[in-house]
């Protein structure tokens, strides 16, 4: 009658024994792949090490050029090329938000305003501190992406308001707001 509990016991330290085996080999090949991982990090940092040394190196070719042509040409032409292509886009940034305002006003999805509200699209001017007019003249915008204090001066403001900011002065020449479409309830299914 012990036979069959020695055998049972046995069979047992076997099984344990190739768990433990399994566990064994397992382990050796988490090592390998970490190794691999290791090896392969390093790799990694060495390349993009290199890429960064090249992406220098083109920095400073680039510098290289770029303070050749500014001595050639002139740093004044530069500024005043510089200066002209940003006006350029400023314009033509303009000249797409107030197409956008009319196909808004087109469509139905602005209206005029009397006053600001927490929905309005607001147009203004923007003035220096010495009040000449910062180009393109033309600056429109949701009243939601004003800032905060500011927010508070213009609620409630109607078109010529005129407030002081950091950089000069506004003036609120449009008012006009969202028309919220209603949501069309989904038919319900009986």
Known sequence: MNMPAKQGVRARERNALER?????TDMGNALE??????????????AIQQALQNIESR????????????????????????EAAREARSEQQAVTAKEGLKIALDKGEL??????GDKSVITGVEADKDGVVVKPGYVQLGYNTI????????????VGFKFETSD???EITGIYDVVEKPVEQ???KE
Do not use: C, H, W, Y
């Not at 510098?63 to 500024?79: H, R």
């Not at 209206?111 to 600001?116: C, E, H, M, Q």
């Open 168 to 170: 000069g002065t506004f």
């Open 33 to 46: 792949r970490i190794s691999q991982i290791e090896t392969d990090m390093g790799t990694m940092v060495g």
């Open 59 to 82: 920095v400073n070719a680039q510098s290289e050029i770029l303070d050749a042509v500014v001595q050639e040409i002139g740093a004044e032409q530069i500024n005043a090329r510089i």
């Open 147 to 158: 800032k905060p204090e500011f927010q508070e001066k213009v609620l409630g403001k109607a």
């Open 111 to 116: 209206v005029p305003a009397a006053v600001i």
């Open 186 to 188: 989904e038919p319900t």
């Open 20 to 24: 433990i085996s399994q566990i064994e």
